[in-house]
């Protein structure tokens, strides 16, 4: 849907470079304060167990090895630990994750009109539901549940907080998320594999509602949806 600092600081230095690669000079990396920690924990809870919220989002995915940048756009529901990802553009897929399962939906391209539909469900316990960075820091309280703050950078107009996966979540080398400087929004959050895949999700349009139809995170495959199960 977001403990302890117990690192040496040469993985700050790694996670200083990364980040400075796309701005015009190196910004110092500072210690995560108390105050930090506060703010994280209030946005962990506000996004993963007390608020509905909508958003627009931009997923880019860049892989290390083949040099190869992938864009994709869509939407988010979140609504206390449930998900709606909805991309429409350039296929589209969808992803829904109830209190239990995750389902991954992905539709037939065009020029495949009527090809049944690729499903996947898993568990939300499941490896396959694990390697989904985006669930584990946006639901389940998922962002301290799975992740250790160890360093931060204040920008313009947010702050980015380096972040160290625990064992949880082997799947992942290291973690950044970045917030509004009120620190009531996520903005984007980035994280990378064992290869230096990086996969990034920048939220805008981001609103906080009353409620959100149950009916938003249920889903029934039809009967001739090509389904495989973790």
Do not use: C
């Not at 500072?30 to 105050?35: N, R």
């Not at 897929?93 to 991954?104: A, G, P, Q, S």
């Not at 549940?145 to 160290?164: C, L, S, W």
Request: glycine letters at 4%.
């Amino acid at each position: 849907m977001i403990r302890v600092l117990n690192l040496i600081l040469l993985p700050l230095l790694v996670f200083s470079f990364s980040w400075a690669a796309e701005s015009s000079k190196p910004q110092k990396v500072k210690a995560v304060t108390a105050k930090d920690k506060r703010i994280l924990k209030r946005l962990d809870k506000s996004y993963s167990l007390d608020s509905n919220v909508l958003m627009e989002v931009k997923k880019t995915l860049r892989q290390n090895l083949l040099g190869r940048e992938t864009q994709s756009s869509g939407d988010v529901i979140l609504s206390k630990g449930r998900l709606r990802l909805n991309f429409t553009k350039p296929d589209k897929t969808l992803v829904i994750v109830d209190k239990k399962t995750m389902w991954i939906v992905n539709y037939p391209p065009a020029e495949f009109e009527g090809a049944p539909l690729q499903v996947i469900q898993a568990k939300l316990n499941s490896k396959k539901s694990r390697s989904q960075g985006l669930i584990q820091m946006l639901t389940k309280g998922g962002i301290f549940k799975h992740f250790n703050p160890v360093g931060a950078i204040r920008e313009a107009d947010r702050m980015v907080f380096f972040m160290q996966p625990k064992k949880t979540t082997n799947d992942f080398k290291r973690a950044q998320i970045s917030v509004d400087l009120a620190g009531k929004k996520i903005l984007r959050l980035s994280y990378w594999d064992d290869l230096d895949n990086e996969t990034i999700y920048d939220f805008s349009n981001i609103r906080f509602v009353g409620s959100v139809k149950p009916s938003q995170f249920e889903f029934t495959p039809p009967a001739d949806a090509d389904i495989t199960v973790y």
